[in-house]
């Protein structure tokens, strides 16, 4: 991957997503590809359902945040062959220590036009590793690490992630006002790199990473 970066605004830091060679990708599977008429990265994840979060994870080598902007535009889908309760899980990881060190906010884009009014509360997420995945959030605070947003499966959505201190805010599409809040981030504050990140049984393309301190 060619990290292009010039001055944008102040010190916004493009990243262009035109090759692979400074992802560490895992065992994550991943081509540089023309989507919906973008040039982008395109990332699959078909490991293991019991695979740790952290293999979801590609990380932007030579990338180093602690508080400020990351925006990205993304779009996720189960892959052809996932089983039918996975809705396609896709987002940015952010203050990465390590595969099981991150802060994480993901989308679920199935979610977003569901029929059950449940499952859209649910099309937004905060996770933390190691320590408070997903479902322990859920279960000790029900509604507060999590929320509903429009979203359509496959299709490019944008979505900006603002961190200072404990507090990180998630923003979707071209929103003024923030989907998701998070008071208190689970792991210390520190420096970590920046990661896509992609859930498993999902395709997920990725394009536009901007980074502003």
Not at 34 to 43: E, H, K, M
Not at 82 to 90: I, N, Q, S, T
Not at 156 to 172: D, E, H, P, R, S
Not at 176 to 188: A, F, G, R, S
Request: one cysteine or more; glycine letters at 10%; a neutral charge.
């Amino acid at each position: 991957m060619c990290l292009s970066r010039g001055l944008l605004g102040q010190s916004a830091e493009q990243i262009h997503l035109d090759a692979i060679e400074n992802l560490e990708l895992g065992n994550l599977k991943a081509d540089i590809v023309t989507y919906l008429g973008r040039a982008c990265v395109r990332i699959e994840n078909t490991g293991a359902q019991d695979s740790g979060y952290g293999e979801g994870l590609a990380i932007v080598r030579g990338t180093s945040f602690r508080d400020g902007t990351i925006e990205v535009s993304l779009s996720g889908d189960t892959a052809p062959d996932a089983p039918p309760l996975l809705r396609g899980f896709v987002g940015i990881a952010f203050r990465v220590k390590d595969r099981s060190h991150f802060e994480l906010f993901y989308i679920r884009p199935k979610n977003g036009r569901s029929e059950d009014q449940l499952q859209r509360n649910h099309s937004t997420q905060y996770m933390s590793i190691p320590g408070f995945p997903w479902d322990k959030l859920r279960s000790e605070a029900s509604g507060k690490y999590e929320s509903y947003v429009d979203l359509l499966p496959g299709q490019w959505t944008k979505l900006k992630i603002q961190v200072k201190g404990k507090i990180a805010k998630l923003y979707v599409a071209e929103a003024e006002e923030p989907t998701l809040i998070v008071n208190d981030l689970k792991q210390p504050v520190s420096n970590g790199a920046i990661a896509l990140w992609v859930g498993q049984g999902t395709i997920a393309h990725f394009a536009n990473l901007r980074i502003t301190p």
